[in-house]
């Protein structure tokens, strides 16, 4: 039996402003190990569900589980230890903290949980920051460090936790065409290897192609799930 790690049933959102809703009736599940992208048009509303799915905004209709758990309707408190406890996140944009070494970002989500000794959590980021080709860059700060590079690093900062699923928002949006290969690649390599989940918002139709499993969006609706 396949497991299930994410399930959104019929979630539907509005802004105040606007008639037509932004999300109509989106039910999808993703699997344990499984590799999807989510696709669509500029507006059709991807970034909208990922804010939904990722926990971030509870202001929808409709219900969201993760490892079967229900999570429309949780108080902040428990929604914000689900998140650091089974969601990695990986942006566009980086936002790591240039005033920290590169070992101490991606230590820091773990140090947050407070699961592991400090020794533990620091053998656990050397061990990532090799498994991605970065382990010379430990030492250096994030400013340092190129824009291929210094996503890697968020994306180890996102595997710190031992994630149950990894969503991105465009995760190889500001990188070249080298750069996302490689982030595409350790995604991929993730899912093969560790049996990562990871659910992936992106433009790019070759990073897109790639993935195990597109779900296309149009107007704020599930087109095609490929399935
Ligand atoms: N805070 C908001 N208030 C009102 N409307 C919003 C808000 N955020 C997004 N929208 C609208 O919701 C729709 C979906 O936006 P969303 O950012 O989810 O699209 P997207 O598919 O991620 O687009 P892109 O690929 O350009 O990032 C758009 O029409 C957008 O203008």
């Known amino acids: ?20 809703p932004v999300l109509s009736d989106v039910s ?31 202001d929808y209709e409709g219900e969201l589980l993760i490892d079967g758990e229900l999570l429309t309707g949780k108080k902040a408190s428990r929604l914000a230890q689900i998140r650091n406890e089974k969601i990695g996140f990986v942006f566009q944009f ?11 970002n991606i230590m820091l989500p773990a140090m947050k949980l407070n699961r592991l000794t400090e020794k533990e959590i620091e053998e656990n980021a050397t061990k990532w920051l090799a498994d991605l080709g970065l382990e010379k860059a430990a030492q250096k700060f994030p400013n340092q460090l190129s824009g291929g590079e210094k996503q890697r ?10 994630p149950h699923i990894i969503m991105g928002d465009e995760p190889t949006g500001n990188l070249d065409k080298k750069n996302s290969g490689i982030v595409f690649d350790i995604f991929k390599n993730l899912a093969t290897q560790y049996n990562q989940t990871l659910l992936i918002v992106t433009h790019d139709p070759e990073f897109a192609a790639g993935t195990q499993r597109k ?5 704020g609706k599930i087109i095609s799930q490929g399935r």
């Open 1 to 20: 039996m396949q497991q299930t790690v994410l399930e959104a049933r019929h979630i539907y959102k509005s802004f105040k402003d606007q008639n037509t």
């Open 28 to 58: 999808f599940t993703v699997n344990k190990g499984e590799f999807v992208s989510i696709v669509g048009k500029s507006g059709c509303g991807k970034s909208t569900l990922l804010y939904v799915l990722s926990t971030m905004d509870t």
């Open 94 to 104: 980086h936002y790591l903290l240039n005033e920290f070494s590169v070992l101490k």
């Open 153 to 162: 690093v968020a994306i180890a900062r996102a595997l710190i936790n031992d």
């Open 215 to 219: 779900i296309e969006m149009e107007d």
